[in-house]
């Protein structure tokens, strides 16, 4: 085949951070006008593979070729000149600025944009995956579903020739992802190559022209246009899965299986909710009236489309955002204005949804970071200094139990895959007298074996007398793990549903559709 049939060709591509070998030998075609999708586990080397590609990683060997030229890019700007646009799982857009301005920075370096006709084609372009997005608001007060589709927009604002898109349905609706997905076949059609990174094989199925699976840093099979054509979907699936995990594919959540909430008979409940409400910096309210109850022993589920006050419901309950009315009860007593450490004194935890941007800090060792807020505590820490012997033993202890995969204890958290940060959140945040957490998005971008690794983890808390609050944007998740579901819509929940009834999922999907048009 000719290079100008190939709109990306990769060969050879090795990287390596340190002891973790991410790509070894990396061989990739990528042709215009076709869907390719990037398959594989949490650690299998897609992320770096994209880093790359963007322009913020350099391959320690190996050739990157667009449109038959070998490039070597030295920044991102290198890339979008050479017309690639990346959408990341994780946003790399900047808090502190408005949405206008992070529109304005995707600009390519010497052009002037209008101010009314960028926010017009902001307005055009958000508009296909949800709701518009107002062009004034601070990207910190975004949800992480708002800013993936901020970084959707950016990436088709400049109009690339090669568009890759990591994990871009994991925070959408479904009517989101639907309206990417046509708006991907509609690219392609005009001739642009779009690599689409997914955990979602149903996802490739449904819309690769070629699949390519990853497994340690090296292409595990290619799935060519005839196959995925011929082959019946039932009969790939488990190939595929199988090249994915090397014949370990995934079993269901392990854990005790969950009790009928029905059968139970409840006790006081570990946190209470009555009336919550919280404000932001327009005069908003991002939750009213909220009141929910969460019982030692159960999982309460909270379902909603991303952006109708699901943060805003986390951060008021870890304490990471004050409350403008109504009383959190933890345990019987008032905790509203509580300071966050006391809080967590008390067993109330949090684990965020950002997790590379709240969760950790990137260049602290995993055995640090798997010890965040227990700095300064016996017996890791005497007279003001660290007990080195006792951190690494707790480490090694929480690495070990919560099959966290990593070089050492000593690596830094910032180089491990996305599914291996979750793990840390939840080692640091249940491993030590918690009580209750709060889950926000716990399985969003992680393949089927970390999902399963952290609902198994989830139940084997509440089986032990403790209790979960999990938000998701999946509903699917909810349904598996939870016994109850509150739907979130607009800031207020608009009913309750229990998980394993026959109706679940038609209810949940009724009273999301009900209560945003309120």
Wanted: overall charge positive; hydrophobic content about 45%; proline content about 6%.
């Amino acid at each position: 085949m000719t290079a100008p049939e190939i709109a990306l060709h990769l060969r050879g591509i090795e990287k390596r951070f340190g002891a973790v070998q991410a790509n070894a030998g990396i061989d990739l075609d990528v042709r215009p006008g076709e869907i390719h999708c990037l398959l594989g586990e949490n650690g299998a080397g897609k992320s770096t593979l994209i880093s790359m590609l963007a322009g913020q990683q350099r391959p320690d060997a190996g050739e990157i070729v667009v449109g038959g030229r070998t490039v070597r890019f030295t920044s991102p700007t290198d890339s979008r000149r050479a017309r690639i646009g990346v959408v990341f799982q994780h946003s790399m857009l900047i808090p502190t600025m408005t949405v206008h301005e992070n529109m304005l920075l995707a600009a390519m370096p010497g052009v002037r944009l209008h101010r009314q006709a960028a926010e017009d084609r902001l307005t055009e372009l958000s508009s296909v995956f949800g709701e518009p997005i107002n062009p004034a608001r601070l990207v910190a007060e975004l949800s992480l579903g708002e800013r993936q589709q901020l970084e959707l927009v950016r990436a088709l604002w400049a109009e690339p020739r090669i568009l890759v898109l990591d994990e871009p349905t994991s925070m959408l609706t479904p009517a989101g992802a639907a309206a990417l997905f046509q708006r991907l076949q509609d690219l392609a059609k005009t001739g642009v190559a779009v690599i689409l990174v997914t955990h979602k094989i149903d996802e490739a199925l449904a819309l690769g022209d070629r699949i390519t699976v990853l497994r340690s840093g090296e292409v595990a099979a290619r799935f060519g246009p005839s196959e995925l054509a011929e082959v019946p979907p039932a009969e790939l699936r488990p190939r595929i899965l199988d090249r994915m995990f090397g014949g370990t594919a995934p079993k269901r959540a392990s854990g005790p299986p969950p009790r009928p909430f029905e059968d139970r008979a409840p006790g006081r409940p570990l946190l209470a909710l009555e009336r919550v409400s919280s404000s932001d910096r327009h005069g908003g309210m991002p939750i009213f009236d909220v009141s929910l109850q969460v019982h030692a022993g159960e999982v309460v589920g909270v379902a909603g489309i991303d952006g109708h006050g699901q943060l805003a419901l986390a951060e008021a309950i870890a304490g990471s955002r004050g409350i403008a009315g109504g009383r959190v009860i933890f345990d019987g007593r008032d905790v509203g204005g509580m300071p966050i450490r006391r809080k967590q004194r008390l067993g109330l935890r949090y684990v965020t949804d950002d997790r590379l941007g709240e969760g950790i800090v990137g260049q602290l060792s995993v055995a640090l970071n798997l010890l965040l807020k227990r700095i300064g505590q016996p017996p890791f820490w005497r007279f003001g200094r660290m007990n080195r012997a006792e951190v690494e033993h707790e480490a090694q202890e929480l690495i070990r139990r919560f099959d966290i995969r990593t070089p050492s204890a000593r690596a830094p958290a910032g180089h491990l895959s996305g599914g291996n940060v979750q793990k840390i959140l939840l080692a640091r945040e249940l491993a030590h007298d918690a009580r209750l957490v709060v889950l926000n998005k716990p399985s969003y971008g992680l393949d089927a074996a970390t999902v399963s690794r952290v609902h198994g983890e989830v139940r084997r808390f509440v089986s032990r007398g403790g209790a979960c609050l999990m938000l998701s944007t999946d509903l699917d998740e909810l349904l598996e793990i939870a016994d109850r579901i509150a739907v979130l819509a607009q800031g207020r929940i608009v009913g309750w549903v229990l998980a394993r009834s026959s109706d679940a999922a038609a209810r949940v999907s009724e009273l999301m559709t009900a209560g945003g048009q309120q």
